[in-house]
């Protein structure tokens, strides 16, 4: 668990501000008795895009916005920090995250630190290579993965560390 720093906890509250007047202006607008009974057309989709929003906001700022990508994110921050503290000890580790535009914040980091890593995601194309890489050679400690395309049949035997940047929706993916 880490807190948002008050930059990063400012966007979040903004965007909870905006989806919560939103969501009860349309809700009260409408006709009938229930808040969900009476709710528009529309108001299960606007509520699922406001979980999504809040969630990539919890992630980084730069998943709302792309000029937010240097924006601090205390997850980004905390991440790192570990992620050294287990390259410095040896490990090898897992970094898992539904949103594939976090990985790439995570790569882009990860490039301008010099750290080796591999990336897999639904577009890769030889998965093998990029499992077999980090299975065996010592010199690649870390594995990006997006959870969609991590939950098909893979082994990583090598790792002793995982971190799920984001929890899916589907508790059952996750724990696969």
């Not at 990508?69 to 000890?89: F, R, V, Y």
């Not at 630190?113 to 990029?130: A, F, I, S, W």
Request: hydrophobic fraction near 40%; charged fraction near 25%; charge should be negative.
């Amino acid at each position: 668990v880490c807190e948002m720093g008050d930059a990063q906890r400012k966007i979040y509250d903004d965007l909870l501000k905006y989806y919560r007047g939103s969501l009860l202006n349309r809700v009260g607008s409408s006709a009938g008795g229930s808040a969900f009974t009476g709710a528009k057309s529309g108001t299960p989709m606007m509520v699922l895009e406001a979980l999504l929003r809040l969630r990539q906001a919890a992630c980084h700022p730069g998943l709302i916005n792309d000029n937010q990508l240097d924006h601090p994110s205390a997850k980004l921050e905390t991440l790192l920090e570990q992620l050294a503290e287990l390259i410095d000890e040896g490990h090898k580790t897992l970094v898992f995250s539904q949103f594939t535009s976090m990985l790439s914040i995570v790569r882009k980091k990860l490039d301008q630190l010099g750290v080796p890593y591999e990336y897999l995601d639904g577009k890769t194309r030889d998965r093998e290579q990029c499992v077999k890489r980090f299975q065996s050679d010592e010199d690649c400690p870390i594995f990006l993965i997006s959870l969609k395309a991590g939950g098909l049949g893979l082994n990583l035997t090598a790792a002793d560390y995982v971190f799920i940047l984001d929890p899916w929706w589907n508790p059952a993916v996750e724990q696969q």
